[in-house]
């Protein structure tokens, strides 16, 4: 604990010089009529307030910040938010967030996210759904921490709430497009069209309808002969929403949202190919002799993993799409307020890749199908804002399904042509991959139902003094089954495993059915499992000022278990890994300065996780099993200032210390002796992967009346230090410090037309969202794939609002 106390200390100080010196730099000009800083109204807590007075550190992004600063998407987002990090792999859908170094990874479509997304109300089950282009949003809510007790089960890291814009009174509109070219390896062009339109139909129904279409160019370029370059995007996603008066006090608003992700070779990473164990100058050894030229290929002559040029025989493919709906009333009942919502999302996602072992060989080829949806219902009483008791009680009901495969219609897996020539990994070196056409099938499906009773209520002794309890009491049932076969050639040859006698050995056998386990038969099992858990939070808070407020918290989250439900050997009575559950302590200070002209809040936080939910490569896949326990501490500052003469400004640092305390059943990075065992690693004492110690962010905005309308120029820069970037804790993954700089300069006229020139990561800067193994076949040649952050992109944006 004591080490914990100094580690506060020591945070706290680094984070009082900033806060302070920025609040120095906002000291009054001498214009006396300078402008406040703009309040925040959120609904965090299931109500609206005024974002100084909420007990928690939360992080508003407003429309207007957005728009300012360029950002179209969650990875825009997170430069602003220094708590957020998003990162994506295999296409866009495949994207994960992490809030204070928690969450979860996104190539597993069956691991529940622990930062839960919320797009009004409406929960959403994967974190690349319905939010593939930020369009006509009023706010973005960051809220740090765990959240289960109004939020529920997935939000032990902390709960991302998007707001749309609604439908007005009165009509408007306005319609923008964007042309920009990306400075990567094929310097393609981006083209960015959307458009919204809202008013009245009549006296009592509103509509608002908004859309935005993205298509960008290959940006890989791909140095194998007669093969399609790689990485452009096409998608587009449209929102129409009803607001309709049922009677006095009474509000429905219907909405219906519709993504799609088409005609995309989309997802592939930038590969390093290097000798094992690593030569002092990384010397390269990716050498295939007669097989090669047999096939005619030969190495990649390109072992760059940050050029964005590489070579592959079949680039990824994406295809998705994504229905959200919902339906949200809101009454007056009483002096009290009555919420419900109804809400439902349908998706599928197809991945493919004619390379999967990414050695350019025709050796596998990979079709991955998924469809997943939910329907929920909430309701909710609360009572008025302001009275000295305040409460807010409801229940939630949520049933989700997922699938994967198509009930052995389409091969998940395709031997080619040089499977017969390329021997499996030891110990089964004495196989190859596979004969020609050599097909496995992966099949399993999965369901949960889960019901929550919640409440919270907030007791105001005095003005100053305020105590906030809530409680939530939860239950899920999960069902599911994996169903695993595969159909291969006569002439593959057979081994006997012990009790399982001969069984044919190929690629198949061993990622589908697990020889080395004696696992006598393709995985083919049920699972059924219930839990029950019960979370809380509560808070104080002390105004010794109105514009001041101390709060101190603790807060119990949980997230429910889950199956590794993929492909690989993992006999079924290993494949489910437990609920996971998180105590959260946290102090905070929020306070206005100058009259209003700056706006600072500063909290230190220290984070227990009891059987975290963590996934590694393990056996050819990824899977998901329990760190027992893991601490997270830090602290955090903001601070938003009107400058005066036209400048405003925000700031904002967070400080991360992530480690596993005890991780006696940790996945190895290759070449890493495993050490617990059970063919694992021991990584108790090791820091989290993709958890930079520090983050920050500042932001300087400009503006200047003009005869037409108004100037504006805007600055953001991002800086965070090294983290390693592969969840093996490989130390080669090192991701070292670096810093992002985006400009915007732009003319909005009193006649509606906004016209700006902008640049994002002007400086090129380089850097790894994530890195990952990238084949199966050993660590003689092993081979990492490098998931890279966007390059330079300059543009010029053109609206007009009407």
Known sequence: ?????????????????????????????QDASAATVQEVVVTVQKREQLLQKVPATVTAITGATIAQAGVVDMRGISTLVPSLTVVQTVGPVNQSYRIRGMGSDPNIPTFEPDVA?????????????????LVDVSRVEVLEGPQSTLYGKNATAGVINVVTAGPTSHWEGSVEGSISSLDSSLHPGVYR??????????????????????????????????????????????????????????????????????????????????????????????????LGAHFGITPCPDNDPNDRVICT??????????????ATLTSKLGPNTLTLITAFSDYAVRDQNGD?????????????????GTFSQEIRLASPSGDKLEWLAGGYYEKSNFSRGDNGQTPTFIVGDAGPFVPLPAPLSAFTVGQVGDKGFLNSKESSNYGAVFGQATYHFTDQLALTGGLRVQIEAKQAFIANSYSVSPATPTHAFGPCGALPVDIMTALLTGPTTLTCAPINASFAHTTDYVTWNLTGEYHPTPDTMLYATVARGGKSFGYNLGFGN???????????????????????????????????????????QNAGFIGGQFLVN???????????????????GGFTANAAVTYVHAVYNTYTAGP????????????????????????????TNAGLQYTHILPIGDLYARADWTWQSSMLADTNLDPRSLQGAYSLVNLRLGVKTAKGFDVSIWGANVFNTTYSQADYVSNLFGANDPAFQRFLGRPTEYGVTIKKSF
């Open 1 to 29: 604990m004591t080490r914990k106390l100094s580690l506060f200390a020591y945070a706290g100080a680094l984070l009082a010089a900033p806060v302070a010196a920025f609040a120095a730099d906002a000291a009054p000009s």
């Open 117 to 133: 997304l919320f797009v009004d109300g409406v929960y959403m089950p994967r974190s690349g759904l319905s939010v593939d282009d």
């Open 193 to 290: 069209l959307a458009g919204t339109v809202s008013g009245p139909i009549s006296d009592r129904l509103r509509i608002r309808v908004s859309g935005v279409g993205y298509s960008q160019g290959d940006s890989y370029k791909n140095l194998f002969a007669g093969a399609p370059n790689a990485n452009d995007l096409n998608r587009y996603s449209i929102r129409a929403e009803a607001d309709a008066d049922l009677w006095a006090g009474a509000d429905l608003r219907l909405a219906f949202s519709r993504s799609e992700i088409f005609n995309t070779r989309n997802g592939d990473a930038d590969n390093l190919y290097y000798t094992f164990p690593p030569t002092p100058n990384n010397a390269y050894k990716l050498d295939f002799g007669p």
């Open 313 to 326: 025989s079949s680039p990824w493919t994406n295809a998705s799409w994504t229905n959200v709906g919902s």
């Open 356 to 372: 999967i072992a990414q050695v350019l060989l025709p050796i596998l080829a990979y079709d991955d199908i998924q469809r997943g």
């Open 570 to 612: 993992t006999p079924a009575s290993q494949r489910q890994f437990q609920d996971e559950l998180v105590t959260n302590y946290e102090v905070g200070l929020k306070s206005k300065l100058l009259d209003g002209r700056a706006r600072v809040a500063a909290s230190l936080f220290y984070t227990d996780e009891t059987n975290y």
């Open 626 to 644: 329990n760190a027992e326990d893991v601490a997270v501490e830090g602290a955090e500052a903001n601070a938003d200032a009107v400058l005066g």
């Open 668 to 695: 190895c990075y290759f070449g890493e002796a495993a050490n617990n065992g059970a063919g694992g690693c021991i990584l108790s004492g090791r820091d989290l992967p993709l958890t930079p110690n520090w983050r």
